[in-house]
């Protein structure tokens, strides 16, 4: 478990409807601060001046997508280390196996409760090492 | 020179085999048979000796009266009749006699005593009366009993000791008192009489071995033609059935022709070598070709040339392996380009030298149930993202708003979107039973199977369905503890199914109510139940609790929510789990709901 409380986030996610929710979700119930990008290939230079503890992937996203997004972080030194949440409407067992042994941090199925989304993500950061 | 040896041969072996057949003839016979036809035969005689004996009695007697004592004479007839008398009764008993067969020994041996007293009453006649009568009667008597004596050789010749007992009883006094006379010339007389005796016992012998083997012969023949007659009746019959199977066979021939005709789907006859021979109608509307275009050219004319190598391979493997083929998917162009994919089962018909001569080939179009299997996955698709995500929003919108980290909102107002948070999340159940079903349906669903306490089970889902209770104001109870079991399940799909359970009780319970939740032994099984206390189970619906889109009350489905799957989805997982479910009503009213999983070890 790291030795600091989880405190700031980066999601990325193409609705914005959603984006919404997970911001008041995270913010209000959280108390955590939150960064969203809408637009996954800007995501990598968005992390780079956030510096999240921790980040939120949408699986589905045009262009770019979580998967895809992961695995080029996974590249990076300055981004490889940092654990990722995916969220997802439609990942079948073997995908989300695959991912968790890509080295994804958990997984999170949409439609989640905004109520206890940050306490989900609190339970995977206490796992981590 | 070569041939003429193996004339002979033939010839000579052909002898020597008529004469066993002779004797295996003569092995046939039944022996109670040919005794019988000899007994038939003695008896068929006996008027013969009756009435010899009658008549020359007669002339004895008339002769021998006033030379001797009357009353002598007179009881020695007395005798002759008494003895014709019981010879004929001896005979009407034979005739009347319904078993002739069985009982001929016995008869045999009535005969032979008969004709012991036949023989007697002469011999009685020579002892008596020969010693006392003039030289012409003594030649009289004794050319009678040489007569008498003759006689019996016919009469009894189907019975060499019977002969040999009748003759004794002639000639044994007559050679007695010729040897007690006292002249000399008797003396001779009496010594030719054994002699005599030995001779007609000799003929007597050899005519009962002629009888014997003719009586067998008779019988073996007899028994030859009948079993030749059972012969020729069964080969009728065999003829008869084999008529009958060819009929059969033509019928069933005539049959199949038509299946194929007229069946619905491709039927191809194919040689050997890829040609096609015959081709149904239902070949010709499918692929667009008049059957004159395709027989006698080659079947690859229905394969994608790309393809075509593929489908050298795969009919080289079909008359190498001469078995039939199934589920082969035929990329197949019609006549007018447009290709087909048709599913294909073909077999090889195989020789009796095991020689492939034909292939029938039967095509069925799938092109437009592929087609839907593509569209029901792209909407199996569709449903679960492109329904989820609006959901996501909707409902997490609402929930922050009822939970109230958006501030305090207006009473009414905050019971409205209690209600629409609700039915979106009715709307998500139903959505996610739906994928459920459709998973398992298609056999994707996969369980991660894991050995687990049904304690812990009970225990879990009474803290995951808690909110439930809340909801409905009804109570979960766990009822007893099964400590040391272990079962092997999907916890996630266990608890799915308890999930379903408990909210099914929680829904039905009355406000206030208790829902116990037990786990017990059930033979090898353990048995997980949830016991409700409320209506119970119509009698009309029990029938149908585990289908699909089933609530007993249509009412209840809008009052509660639900969305008819969760039963259905119950049983399919838990039978997946190799378990059982079911259900009964319980005594004072409500419900149990029951599930059994194999008992594990731990080992």
């Known amino acids: ?129 | 020179m070569n041939h003429s040896t193996t004339a002979n041969g033939t010839s000579r072996s052909l002898e020597v085999s008529t004469k066993a057949v002779e004797a295996e003839i003569r092995d046939r016979a039944d022996p109670r048979q040919v005794l019988a036809d000899r007994v038939a035969h003695l008896y068929r005689q006996m008027p013969i000796a009756i009435g010899a004996t009658f008549i020359a009695g007669a002339i004895a007697t008339y002769e021998l009266q006033g030379r001797f004592l009357q009353e002598l004479v007179l009881i020695w007839w007395a005798i002759v009749v008494t003895f014709s008398a019981t010879a004929s009764l001896l005979l009407y008993a034979y005739y009347r006699s319904p078993d002739k067969v069985s009982s001929a020994p016995d008869w045999l041996r009535w005969l032979a005593i008969a004709a012991l007293g036949n023989g007697a009453s002469w011999g009685l006649a020579g002892g008596v009366f020969f010693r006392s009568l003039s030289d012409e009667h003594q030649l009289f008597l004794g050319f009678l009993f040489a007569g008498m004596a003759s006689v019996g050789v016919p009469v009894y010749a189907a019975s060499w000791p019977i002969f040999a007992l009748y003759a004794a009883g002639i000639l044994g006094p007559f050679f007695y008192v010729l040897l007690t006379f006292g002249n000399r010339l008797f003396i001779e007389i009496a010594l030719l009489v054994p002699l005599f005796y030995a001779v007609n016992v000799v003929i007597a012998y050899r005519l009962t071995q002629v009888f014997l083997s003719g009586y067998q012969l008779r019988h073996a023949y007899g028994k030859l033609t009948q079993d030749h007659r059972t012969l020729n009746q069964r080969l009728e019959g065999q003829l008869v059935d084999l008529e009958e199977a060819r009929r059969q066979v033509e019928a069933s021939g005539r049959k199949l022709a038509l299946f194929a005709e007229r069946a619905p789907i491709a039927v191809l006859e194919l040689q050997p070598d890829g040609t096609v021979s015959e081709v149904n109608h239902a070949a010709e509307l499918l692929f667009g070709y008049a059957a004159v275009e395709l027989v006698g050219g080659h079947v690859k004319k229905l394969v994608r040339p790309e393809f075509h190598d593929e489908f050298d391979r795969i009919w080289q493997e079909l008359i190498a392996k001469r078995e039939s083929m199934a589920g082969l998917k035929i990329r197949n162009p019609r006549r007018d380009g447009i290709d087909l994919i048709c599913e294909w089962t073909v077999t090889p018909l195989v020789n009796f030298r095991h020689e492939v001569i034909a292939v029938i080939a039967q095509g069925r179009d799938v092109t437009a149930q592929l087609e839907a299997e593509r569209m029901k996955k792209e909407f199996t698709s569709t449903l679960s993202h492109e329904l989820r995500t609006p959901l996501t929003s909707i409902i997490g919108s609402l929930q922050l708003i009822n939970s109230g980290v958006m501030g305090d909102v207006d009473k009414e107002v905050g019971e409205l979107t209690t209600v629409a948070e609700r039915n979106g999340q009715r709307l998500l159940d139903l959505i996610n039973d739906l994928l459920d079903i459709e998973k398992i349906e298609s056999g994707k669903l996969t369980l991660a199977p894991e050995l687990i306490a049904p304690d812990d089970l009970v225990r879990e889902a009474m803290v995951l369905n808690k909110a439930f209770g809340e909801r409905f104001n009804v109570r979960f109870e766990a009822r007893g503890e099964l400590p040391g079991r272990l079962v092997l399940a999907d916890r996630k799909r266990v608890q799915q199914v308890m999930t379903n359970l408990l909210s099914n009780a929680a829904k039905f319970s009355p406000a206030g109510g208790v829902v116990e939740i037990s786990a017990e032994d059930s033979g090898a099984n353990v048995r997980v139940a949830v016991h409700d206390r409320g209506p119970g189970i119509p009698e009309a619906f029990r029938g149908r609790i585990f289908g699909r889109f089933t609530q007993a009350d249509s009412t209840a489905t809008r009052q509660k929510g639900g969305s008819g799957l969760g039963l259905a989805i119950c049983k399919r997982l838990i039978e997946l789990m190799q378990g059982r479910i079911g259900f009964e009503n319980r005594a004072g009213g409500g419900a149990t709901f029951w599930f059994d999983l194999p008992r594990r070890s731990a080992a």
Not at chain 1, 23 to 46: F, H, I, W
């Open chain 1, 1 to 129: 478990m790291p030795d600091r409380p989880l405190t700031r986030i980066c999601y990325v996610e193409d609705d914005e409807d959603i984006q919404r929710i997970v911001r008041m979700s995270l913010e209000r119930v959280g108390k955590m601060t939150v960064e969203v990008v809408s637009d996954p290939t800007l995501a990598l230079q968005a992390f780079a001046e956030f510096r999240p503890d921790l980040v939120m992937l949408d699986w589905m996203m045009p262009v770019l997508d979580g998967p895809a997004l992961f695995r080029q972080m996974k590249l990076r030194p300055e981004t490889s280390g940092l654990p990722v949440v995916f969220i997802t409407a439609r990942a079948s067992e073997r995908d989300l196996a695959e991912l968790q042994a890509l080295g994804a941090a958990g997984t999170i199925s949409k439609p989640f409760s905004p109520r206890d989304l940050p306490e989900q993500l609190r339970a995977i950061w206490a796992k981590l090492p």
